[in-house]
T-cell receptor
């Protein structure tokens, strides 16, 4: 069964450092997403990406965040200068979402980011 | 904007007990509704979904019915097992949003005791 894969599963970084979280969405999907879940809190939408550009982003997704699809398979989230409050589980998701059709999103296992 | 409210946990039940986790939503348009489950140490997995009013989603003994009149999508299971212990998230996707992003509720932790 096709799945979304994320690497690494756990990343520890020092405050102020740049991190890149990587995701391989399901191959025939069109929309890609990043969500985050701070420990014990709700899952929050960060950004959606379609046709090589951001289609929607939340207020959380400020200038320190960026996303990229550098090739035909990977989808990355970059945090330029990490803060302690960026510590969270980051989930990548993809969907074959088209207006009026199945809107199911498939999630990866997540990358736990710990900023120290 | 869109929002999802679900009952706070933790919910602690004995094995074979009946489960209800309440979920209500606010959305413009006609959203699709979902329940996701997060087992300990794992990511989010889709449990069930419903895409229009009066639809019933079901999977692994869990059910939820899309009630437009009460804007609810309560999760039920007739007889829970220890293996059902997890965090359950209600979510919606508003078809009006490009990309159909999900709005999640706060999650409800379920603990089932033998």
């Amino acid at each position: 069964e096709p799945e979304v894969t994320q690497t690494p599963s756990h990343q520890v970084t020092q405050m102020g450092q740049e991190v890149i979280l990587r995701c391989v969405p399901i191959s025939n999907h069109l929309y890609f997403y990043w969500y985050r879940q701070i420990l014990g809190q709700k899952v929050e939408f960060l950004v959606s990406f379609y046709n090589n550009e951001i289609s929607e982003k939340s207020e959380i997704f400020d200038d320190q965040f960026s996303v990229e699809r550098p090739d035909g398979s990977n989808f990355t989230l970059k945090i330029r200068s990490t803060k302690l409050e960026d510590s969270a589980m980051y989930f990548c998701a993809s969907s074959d979402a088209r207006t009026g059709m199945n809107t199911e999103a498939f999630f990866g296992q997540g990358t736990r980011l710990t900023v120290v | 904007g869109d929002s999802v409210t679900q009952m706070e946990g933790p919910v602690t039940l004995s094995e074979e007990a009946f489960l209800t986790i309440n979920c209500t939503y606010t959305a413009t348009g006609y959203p699709s509704l979902f329940w996701y489950v997060q087992y300990p140490g794992e990511g989010l997995q889709l449990l069930l979904k419903a895409t229009k009013a009066d639809d019933k989603g079901s999977n692994k003994g869990f059910e939820a019915t899309y009630r437009k009149e009460t804007t609810s999508f309560h999760l039920e299971k007739g007889s829970v097992q220890v293996s059902d212990s997890a965090v359950y998230f209600c979510a919606l996707s508003d078809r009006g949003n490009a990309g159909n992003m999900l709005t999640f509720g706060g999650g409800t932790r379920l603990m089932v005791k033998p």
